[in-house]
């Protein structure tokens, strides 16, 4: 039995997993000279440029994750297989544990999420922007020679450290992953070949007699079925996919509760320090020169009146509530200051990475699916080698989820900035905007768990046993598989049965005593399934 074990792939997150090394080790080592010599260093960035760099920082970290990611999942996989626990090929590769596997223990799936949340957050606070009033009032108090002129951005080592940690713990993980991936049968992420090795393995076999049995139907008896039209969804067929749509709904209800929240504080305690009535909705948001978030907006005595900036709620890096300035002889972000920040950010951005990381099962699911429903196109699926990156290329789906995480997260560093000369700075429009962002990904990932596909075809969404029991022909590498109607009581019945796996023939024996036709696999072109006929 031919599946492709995709050396490719394991050479490919070999090289991956070193690459991620490689930059881990430069983000601390570079954020640890720079808090040696002064904590950090000073920029000249535009405002623009200051929020386009995170966007930078936050695709570089998508591309280290989900590289590191395929050595987790692949590890996974094959320890759910030695446990006899594999039911689906894709599963919720942080919320399950393989007690066979150190890698994948739940201790280890923890670290990496923590690592994971780690690494987003840092990108937030790595280039620490500055406001015109708050560099003038801290050069007052600091010296003209601490704050250089001209210069907007201040560069956080430490952020660089914690970042360097995120993508360090993942790859320690992940090098665990890959040695216990030796015992892997496969590295391809195509269901067919997956299908393919734990069959070799024995985990599955061949069903006879459900031939039209979808994975909505596993527990039900084998017996002649009728084709259907249309296939249920991936929501009726697995738990998880379930939860994964709700998960994301309630992140878009949290997120609009979060921004109700903070409007309502603003709007009742504007006469506080930090707080700003700012009537601007611009997707990037702006505080005016004339405005000094370390003062309480009096309008009565014209005091901070101008509110043609963004909404804004100032939490200060010290956190008895004055400004830094005030007692603090640096203008660089104190340790202590920068580890309550980060905690905070981390906090925040738990759901959000919680939500893309469960929104990849049902991306999986329904590339799993839709590999599977190859077989049943006319050009069929040609059995060979599977190259990762050019199905997410081809798939929809996963494409479009790979460039939502990276969006997704930056608008979050847009809701919640930093300024060393202020703190932390929350902003009721840009949360708004990442409610819309994330009630486009639940709308996306919704979409994709309630697709039905059209078709005779049984569906699959990825359940190996369904798969197993609808392949009743290995075609060989190079080969094409079909799926399709291989006999019936109008054709020559003997000469079907001649051909294939033992379930075939039974099948067929059992089909001609029944008078009903047959479906299933082969490397031959076959004709459509009949709706006027019953199948076994």
């Known amino acids: 039995m031919y599946f492709d ?17 490689s930059v881990g080790l430069f983000c601390f080592g570079f954020g640890v000279c720079m808090v040696v010599v002064q ?36 590890s996974l996989r094959w320890s759910l297989q030695r446990e006899g626990r594999l039911a ?23 670290l990496v999420l923590l690592c994971i949340i780690t690494s987003y957050a840092s990108t937030s606070m790595v280039f620490v922007g500055d406001l015109s009033t708050e560099r003038a009032t801290a050069r007052k108090f600091y010296g003209v020679s601490l704050i250089p002129t001209g210069y907007t951005t ?11 940690i995120g993508i360090l713990g993942q790859s320690l993980v992940a090098t665990t992953a890959l040695r ?7 590295w391809s992420s195509s269901i067919i070949d997956t299908a393919a090795a734990y069959a070799f393995d024995n985990g599955i076999s061949f069903t006879p007699g459900r031939c039209l049995r979808s994975v909505h139907e596993i527990y039900e008896n084998a017996s002649p079925a009728s084709p259907h039209s249309r296939q249920k969804s991936a929501y009726k067929a697995n738990k998880a996919v379930r939860f994964v749509v709700y998960c994301l709904w309630g992140t878009v209800a949290l997120s609009v509760l979060w921004a109700g929240i903070l409007i309502a504080v603003i709007l009742n305690d504007h006469g506080t320090d930090g707080l700003y009535i700012g009537r601007s909705w611009a997707f990037f948001p702006a505080i005016p020169n004339s405005v000094d978030l370390t003062q309480a907006q009096q309008y009565d005595s014209g005091i901070n009146s101008d509110t043609s900036g963004t909404m804004t709620l100032a939490i200060p890096w010290n956190v008895i509530g004055q400004f830094p300035w005030q007692n603090v002889q640096s203008p660089y972000i104190s340790f202590p200051s920068f580890c309550w920040a980060i905690a905070l950010y981390c906090l925040l951005q738990t759901v959000i990475t919680i939500s893309l990381h469960c929104a990849e099962l049902v991306v999986l699911v329904i590339r799993d699916e839709k590999t599977w429903r190859c077989t049943g196109s006319q050009s069929g699926l040609l059995r060979g080698p599977f190259n990762p990156i050019y199905a997410l290329l081809i798939s929809g789906p996963g494409l479009a989820l790979f460039l939502l995480k990276p969006v997704l997260h930056w608008v979050f560093g847009l809701a919640v900035s930093s300024y060393f000369s202020v703190g932390l700075v929350m902003h009721p429009p840009q949360i708004i905007y990442l409610s819309i962002g994330a009630a486009v990904l639940a709308s996306f990932v919704s979409g994709c768990a309630l697709w039905q596909p059209n078709g005779p075809q049984p569906a699959t969404f990825g359940h190996l046993q369904t798969l197993a ?14 799926w399709g109607r291989k006999g019936g009581d109008t054709e020559n019945k003997d000469a079907l049965a001649s051909n294939g796996a033992n379930g075939e023939i039974w099948v067929s024996a059992v089909a001609r005593e029944l008078s009903v036709a047959h479906a299933g696999t082969s490397s031959m072109k076959l004709e459509l399934v009949r709706f006027n006929e019953r199948y076994l």
């Open 39 to 74: 904590e950090g260093t000073f920029l000249n960035l535009n405002n623009y440029a200051k929020e386009i760099l995170p966007l930078a920082l936050n695709i570089l970290v998508t591309i280290i994750n989900e590289t590191l990611g395929y050595t987790h999942t692949n």
């Open 469 to 482: 029991n609808l392949i009743d022909e290995w075609p060989e590498k190079g080969e094409t598989m079909f």
């Open 88 to 110: 689906f090929s894709s599963n919720l590769r942080l919320f399950t544990s393989a007690s066979t596997s150190r890698a994948n223990a739940w201790y280890s799936n923890l």
């Open 5 to 21: 074990t995709s050396p490719r792939s394991r050479f490919l997150n070999k090289v991956g997993l070193v690459i991620c090394w």
């Open 180 to 186: 216990s991936s030796n015992s892997s049968f496969t």
């Open 154 to 164: 201040f560069v956080s080592g430490y952020a660089l450290i914690t970042l360097g």
